[in-house]
């Protein structure tokens, strides 16, 4: 089984930064990918960026590219999403997810793929 936990969230100020970090854990668990959602009060969870293992391939939301960077630690399973020029439509709750098994590139912006989910972390930002 594996574990998801991640680290990070809080309150800041519309253009301010914050990290958050996400470790996945599993005694045999090797992943494939990682990937960050988040989910407004009143909306539908929404892709934030994705990092493929083998080569650190990213992905992003439009809405975030430029401002948030996601990174890898392969000795630890961790990934850390670097996020910049805050907005308050940024406020939500962020959620990591951990996929072991292969699949094409550009489904790790599909949250359905993921086997593995974090408790997730909020992240307010005010205006």
């Known amino acids: 089984q594996v574990q998801v936990v991640e680290s990070g969230g809080g309150l800041v100020q519309a253009g301010g930064s914050l990290r958050l970090s996400c470790a996945a854990s599993g005694r045999t668990f090797s992943p494939y990918g990682m990937g960050w959602f988040r989910q407004a009060p009143g909306k539908e969870r929404e892709f934030v960026a994705s990092?493929?293992?083998?080569?650190?391939?990213?992905s992003y939301a439009d809405s975030v590219k430029g401002r948030f960077t996601l990174s890898k630690d392969n000795t630890k399973n961790t990934v850390v999403l670097q996020m910049i020029s805050l907005k308050p439509e940024d406020t939500a709750v962020y959620y990591c997810?951990?996929?072991?098994?292969?699949?094409?590139?550009?489904?790790?912006?599909?949250?359905?793929?993921?086997?593995?989910w974090g408790q997730g972390t909020q992240v307010t930002v005010s205006s």
């Open positions: 990092i493929r293992w083998s080569d650190g391939r990213t």
């Open positions: 997810a951990a996929k072991g098994g292969a699949t094409d590139y550009w489904n790790l912006m599909l949250g359905y793929v993921y086997d593995s």
